[in-house]
């Protein structure tokens, strides 16, 4: 008996004692994991889903977290001013063997289904408003600044700021170091920390 799963976006033809590089699951070594979007089970009887087949489910076992090939990709604009850019990528991976395939009573088995961890960039929106609500609470309340009066620093600088709690140039002039790396929405310059600064005096 076979099946046809999908998990990260790829469909995969398995069989028990099969062994699968899938994309990153959330799940240690060693622990069992069910992959419940079955497309098609095979067999004597084969079963096609609509899109999924109901109840069915693929049982593995996690091997361990790997990491894919080494992928290089190089830019080069061949121009007066070329530039050539080269960026190495290699992909985030679980080794799984598959253990048992279930035709039905999937939901019932008990083992936590198979789901893909969520990439570092997914992690940083929960962090920001916490963020932007420190940056607010330390900086000194006052009145909004049109900060592009500051060199460097556009109507979309400005508003990156503004969104991070800093719309004066005293909120401005009185961020620490530690609160300028804090801000992610916008790399604040230096120089616009002493423009800041100057302005605030008046």
Not at 22 to 41: H, P, R, T, W, Y
Not at 44 to 63: M, S, T, Y
């Amino acid at each position: 008996m076979f099946a046809v799963l999908k998990t990260g976006g790829k469909q995969y033809k398995v069989q028990a004692g099969d062994v699968l590089r899938v994309e990153k699951l959330a799940a240690d070594a060693g622990e069992k994991v069910q992959f419940n979007d079955v497309l098609m089970l095979g067999g004597d009887a084969p079963v096609v889903g609509a899109p999924f087949v109901e109840g069915a489910g693929v049982q593995a076992e996690v091997i361990e977290q790997v990491k894919g090939d080494k992928v290089i990709k190089f830019v080069k604009r061949r121009r007066k001013h070329s530039s050539k850019r080269t960026v190495g990528h290699r992909q985030k991976l679980t080794l799984v063997k598959i253990t048992d395939i279930l035709a039905s009573g999937a939901e019932k088995s008990g083992i936590k289904a198979a789901t893909g961890s969520a990439p570092a960039g997914d992690a940083a929106p929960a962090a920001k408003p916490a963020k932007k609500a420190e940056a607010k609470a330390e900086a000194p309340a006052a009145a909004a600044d049109d900060l592009t009066a500051l060199t460097g620093v556009g109507p979309a600088a400005a508003k990156k700021l503004a969104e991070a709690g800093i719309e004066s140039f005293a909120a401005l002039a009185a961020l620490s170091d530690e609160q300028i790396a804090a801000i992610e929405t916008v790399k604040v310059k230096p120089e616009w920390v002493e423009q800041a600064k100057e302005l605030a005096k008046g």
